[in-house]
């Protein structure tokens, strides 16, 4: 079984009246905005090469209009690729017949939508078991399993309400658990937060850290919200007009963004709240005493602990309680300065040299 | 100047040819297909003939009771009962039960003809936009066509009776059934469709589950629409021979009979009203679902 549960190579997404014709003069190397100006197309996706690990979850984050809504539908083919490949588990996702690519959207891939999409006609139960009713499964399993995931969501005793009646939070539990019931390996959630209100859609993002504790799905999530990708994501992928700009862990992105555009992404973040001691630490020696912390301790609470054994030293244990290096004030004063468009520039030439 | 002043038409000699042409051309259609197609709407004709048979047979309390019912269970509402219970009364009362009973008769085969052909071709013009493209200058014809005019060639393919009735009747009323079932079903919010897609639901799955559950508010309408308009056909089919409230309204006006027209147009009234109503009521109970709590 590969490491890689999803993997995208070389996809294209165009759109307008004729994307084929179109596709020709991306590859012959038309930019975004000459193509929308001469051929009247729109490119949508441009060159995404992505791969998604097993089990883990991966954020996609972007602005409005920078085509992650249309890359996550590519997933299940929602949308039709203009060119590329879409390897899901080692299968073809494109080259399926529309028997398979439905039993592929029953079994291995579910969905949690925006704005809920709800079947405003079911009642709650119904809703969770519509992906079990569309695969043909008995009802008296359908009510078992659909029971189970309302109780787990946290919806236990709303089973014969109808959508209008529940908040939007609550529609959204539903949702989620309409999309686990089914038992997929893979989640794809589209701004599956993004409608509700910040309280709740903390809460949700509890709900569904605590929850993938649990099933371990490779969750494909989508977000314009930064704080949200930091605080839920295994891993960031940044879009930007339809393009990838970088793919890397959080602590990653906010030590050495690509670019000035991801680094003004994350200028109004607060770096001692999201970044983790093991990104700043320097390597260990063995005269390093002081406290002992974990590598997954923030900058916050490292602070903190500082404060309380009011010291100036610490030193950074793994989980095993091995010491893995060492931490001082100086390093935690520079790991909260934002890095300068100029060492960004540094940094970028250094990897090209 | 003869061009301008006088519009260059087709001489009298050469449209009557025309006419003549188109004329015989049918005239010839019918005395090849005629009996076919009677043939062919037999089954449709006894079962009118039976279900007018079973109304008018059986005893006048058990018929108001069964529709006591019907409305009851369509519209929950004891106002809607009452009323249609008084009504049959006062409409039995006043020597009309007989022709109500066969324009009842005739209504309720004719809409569920219509329900029987409409959704289909409803749901098929919601699929594809060609077929829309095409049905909707057809609709627009049946709607817009003078009924007389369509009532001419009924007559000749099956001459004078209660089929060629119904069939102007459902030519006249099925419109806005296909129209609203068209209709609904492409105002199916497309998030709902797409998380049908989303769960791998096969094109007949997403019918049944999502679209005509969603589109029934609107279909409903148009089974209502259906109705009014079936029933507004009642007195020009009984110039075509359908038994029914239309024939004393035509003896009435006649012969300058104004009670006489007046009874039996009220009775119609009474009959629009309560199926209205009743309808309605049981499509605002199918959208029930929608009532917000907060």
Known sequence: MSDTMISIRNLYKIFGPNPKKAMEAVAAGVGKDELLEKNGHVLGLNNINLDMKRNELQVVMGLSGSGKSTLIRHINRLIEPTAGEMIIDGDN????DQK???????HKISMVFQRFALLPHRSVIDN?????????????????RSERWIERVGLAGYEDYYPAKLSGGMQQRVGLARALTTDAEILLMDEAFSALDPLIRTEMQD?????????????????????EALRIGDTIAILKDGMIIQNDDPQNILMQPADEYVADFMKDINRARVLRVRAIMEPIDPEADGPEMHGSTTLEQALQIFAEHSTDHAVIVNKRKEKVGKLTIEDLIRGMKRPTLQEIRD??????? | MDFFSEFPALSRRDNSALRRFIDNGFRDFSRE??????????PLLQFLIAFEQLLLATPWPIVILVIAGLTWAGGRSMAITVGAILSFLVIGYLGMWENTMSTLAIISVATLICIAIGIPIGILMARSDRAQGMITPVLDVMQTIP???YLIPVVMLLGIGKVPGMIAVCIYAVPPIIRLTNLGIRLVDREVLEAADAFGSSTYQRLMDVQIPLALPNIFAGVNQTIMMALSMVVIASMIGVKGLGIPVLQAISNQYLAL??????????????FDRVTQRFGKRLQKHQEQSH
Do not use: C, P
């Open chain 1, 93 to 96: 996702v494109l080259a399926m």
């Open chain 2, 261 to 274: 027209g007046l009874m039996n147009g009220l009775a119609i009234v009474a009959l629009a009203i309560i």
């Open chain 1, 128 to 144: 969770v078991g519509y992906g079990l009713q569309i695969q043909n499964v008995g009802k008296k399993e359908i009510k078992e």
């Open chain 2, 33 to 42: 297909y005629g009996e076919a197609l009677e043939n062919f709407f037999d």
């Open chain 1, 207 to 227: 709900i569904l850290l605590d929850l993938q504790e649990e099933i371990q799905k490779t969750i494909v999530f989508i977000t314009h919200d930064l704080d």
């Open chain 1, 100 to 106: 398979s690519l439905r039993e592929l959207r029953r």
């Open chain 2, 147 to 149: 009924s007389f005019v």
């Open chain 1, 347 to 353: 940094a970028n030439d250094q990897q090209v040299a």
